[in-house]
């Protein structure tokens, strides 16, 4: 794995760790709010994807060891943009284009960046969204229940918490909801019967409104995002990769 530096067309820098592993697809994840590529969490899901795909994770805006002030899914489909554009670019030795698929994995507000990207990008192969709100304003964040806050604990990470620089500017956001019936990528939406954060009807409206070929798993005792990675690693991978493959 190494380190590489990207530019947004609004000049942030973000970076991304990138495994390169001879694969002709790439499969970029997008961590949601307060986690980072570098999170123990998203290092697992990076490298377990590395055994099928070369992966690029990236540190949103405001995050990790990138640049910039997070706005909650303003401006992130920029960094979105940014990382897709660095796939698109890189060349085998004999100077062709190296990813013949480029996937977008997103978790949580990364799966609304990503939503919202590849509604503007109809050359992403496929897509698979996990806990994505239907639009920011109506997210429960219920942070006093269990299964929210137990799970924060769980895993608390000083330095990236640290790391967070939010927005403090409000910004204009897109509502998935209202593009994502323009997505042409075919698009797995994934969420957790149970999360406290991010309900799992925004992902059954999103599911429902969608015009692209689509498919919906919903775990029953799943809570939100990552944490599906995290409690169900067997059948979260499997599901994903037979969408991918």
Same mark, same amino acid.
């Given at each position: 794995?190494?380190?590489?530096?990207?530019?947004?067309?609004?000049?942030?820098?973000?970076?991304?760790?990138?495994?390169?592993?001879?694969?002709?697809?790439?499969?970029?994840?997008?961590?949601?709010?307060?986690?980072?590529?570098?999170?123990?969490?998203?290092?697992?899901?990076?490298?377990?994807?590395?055994?099928?795909?070369?992966?690029?994770?990236?540190?949103?805006?405001?995050?990790?060891?990138?640049?910039?002030?997070?706005?909650?899914?303003?401006?992130?489909?920029?960094?979105?943009?940014?990382?897709?554009?660095?796939? /698109?670019?890189?060349?085998?030795?004999?100077?062709?284009?190296?990813?013949?698929?480029?996937?977008? *994995?997103?978790?949580?507000?990364?799966?609304?960046?990503?939503?919202?990207?590849?509604? /503007?990008?109809?050359?992403?192969?496929?897509?698979?969204?996990?806990?994505?709100?239907?639009?920011?304003?109506?997210?429960?964040?219920?942070?006093?229940?269990?299964?929210?806050?137990?799970?924060?604990?769980?895993?608390?990470?000083?330095?990236?918490?640290?790391?967070?620089?939010?927005?403090?500017?409000?910004?204009?956001?897109?509502?998935?909801?209202?593009?994502?019936? /323009?997505?042409?990528?075919?698009? *797995?939406?994934?969420?957790?019967?149970?999360?406290?954060?991010?309900?799992?009807?925004?992902?059954?409206?999103?599911?429902?409104?969608?015009?692209?070929?689509?498919? *919906?798993? *919903?775990?029953?005792?799943?809570?939100?995002?990552?944490?599906?990675?995290?409690?169900?690693?067997?059948?979260?991978?499997?599901?994903?990769?037979?969408?991918?493959?």
């Amino acid at each position: 794995m190494i380190e590489v530096t990207l530019k947004t067309k609004d000049n942030v820098k973000i970076m991304a760790n990138y495994y390169q592993n001879n694969f002709n697809s790439a499969v970029l994840i997008a961590p949601g709010w307060c986690m980072t590529k570098d999170s123990k969490a998203f290092i697992e899901i990076a490298e377990f994807f590395s055994n099928h795909f070369d992966v690029l994770s990236i540190d949103f805006r405001g995050h990790g060891k990138s640049d910039g002030f997070y706005t909650f899914s303003a401006k992130e489909d920029l960094d979105i943009e940014a990382a897709v554009q660095f796939l /698109k670019n890189s060349t085998n030795d004999d100077g062709k284009n190296k990813y013949k698929n480029i996937y977008l *994995l997103g978790f949580s507000l990364g799966a609304a960046a990503a939503l919202i990207y590849v509604a /503007k990008d109809s050359s992403i192969t496929k897509v698979v969204a996990v806990s994505p709100p239907s639009e920011f304003n109506k997210i429960e964040n219920q942070m006093w229940k269990k299964e929210a806050w137990g799970e924060t604990f769980k895993k608390f990470e000083l330095g990236r918490f640290l790391s967070i620089r939010p927005s403090i500017i409000p910004h204009s956001k897109t509502k998935p909801i209202d593009i994502v019936d /323009k997505i042409a990528a075919p698009t *797995l939406f994934i969420a957790g019967k149970k999360d406290p954060t991010v309900h799992f009807w925004h992902t059954v409206k999103l599911f429902e409104k969608a015009q692209c070929a689509k498919n *919906l798993k *919903l775990f029953d005792n799943g809570i939100h995002a990552e944490d599906i990675f995290l409690h169900f690693k067997e059948e979260f991978t499997g599901v994903c990769l037979e969408w991918l493959k």
